[in-house]
């Protein structure tokens, strides 16, 4: 089976343009995912779907982000306009279901850079 | 709310070292804990878990005992390899009644082996 699958890998862009992250989860995965890392700051989650709503999007740092899941296989996490300091790998993680809650699967992740 | 602590890192170790990475952990109720590992340019991937005090999750030669009395969850393998250099995170999840689980990560640690 294909993982969880992400695009770009790398993106490059300048500060005040929109940026675009997508994933696809592993089919079947009722949990999506969307994380940060950062080297200061870690992981941090920043919102989570279940059955395609979202559920806690208490890490999401600014209303410059914002993320979608129209399907069971497709969501967006959207940066407009872009800074410097949203520079940091994006990951995207799936799972099946709540009793196996703590079993992600990730992503490989898109690394973001903001000049 | 639930809190994962990790020493302090990174860690460089030779070749058949013994390794012991250190996490604690704070959490209401009875939460599930994690090792996750992620190499160099991919995402994390599940290592270990342990569901319940006194378990032990191994895997690849590492193990890890859930210890309610210290709320501990360290990581060891007695034996590394080079191919073990990566980063190391301990996570839990925790079922509070009324709330949706999900996880908390450690900041993570690097480790390095020599040859």
């Known amino acids: 089976d294909a993982g969880v699958i992400q ?15 997508r994933c696809k989860p592993i089919s079947g995965h009722d ?32 209303d410059r982000f914002s993320a979608k899941m129209p399907n069971a296989s497709f969501s967006t996490l959207k940066i407009q306009p872009s800074e410097p300091r ?11 279901d709540r009793g196996l809650f703590g ?6 992740g898109s690394r973001l850079t903001v000049l | 709310g639930n809190s994962v602590t990790q020493m302090e890192g990174p860690v460089t170790l030779s070749e058949e070292a013994f390794l012991t990475i250190n996490c604690t952990y704070t959490a209401t109720g009875y939460p599930s804990l994690f090792w996750y590992v992620q190499y ?12 319940k005090a006194d378990d032990k999750g191994s895997n690849k030669g590492f193990e890890a005992t859930y210890r309610k009395e210290t709320t501990s969850f360290h990581l060891e393998k007695g034996s590394v390899q080079v191919s073990d250099s990566a980063v190391y995170f301990c ?4 079922d509070d009644t009324g709330a949706n689980s999900k996880l908390t990560f450690g ?9």
């Open chain 1, 7 to 21: 695009s770009p890998r790398h993106e490059v862009t300048e500060m005040g343009q929109e940026v675009t992250l």
């Open chain 1, 31 to 62: 949990y999506l995912f969307w994380y940060r890392q950062t080297m200061m700051r870690g992981l941090e989650l920043l919102i989570y779907f279940n059955n395609n709503v979202p559920i806690d999007d208490s890490g999401m740092p600014e």
């Open chain 1, 86 to 96: 949203d520079s940091a790998v994006y990951f995207c993680a799936s799972s099946r």
């Open chain 1, 103 to 108: 079993e992600l699967f990730f992503g490989e």
């Open chain 2, 40 to 51: 160099p340019g991919e995402g994390l991937q599940l290592l270990l878990k342990a569901t």
């Open chain 2, 91 to 94: 996570a839990l999840s925790s």
């Open chain 2, 107 to 115: 900041k993570g640690i690097t480790l390095s082996v020599r040859p």
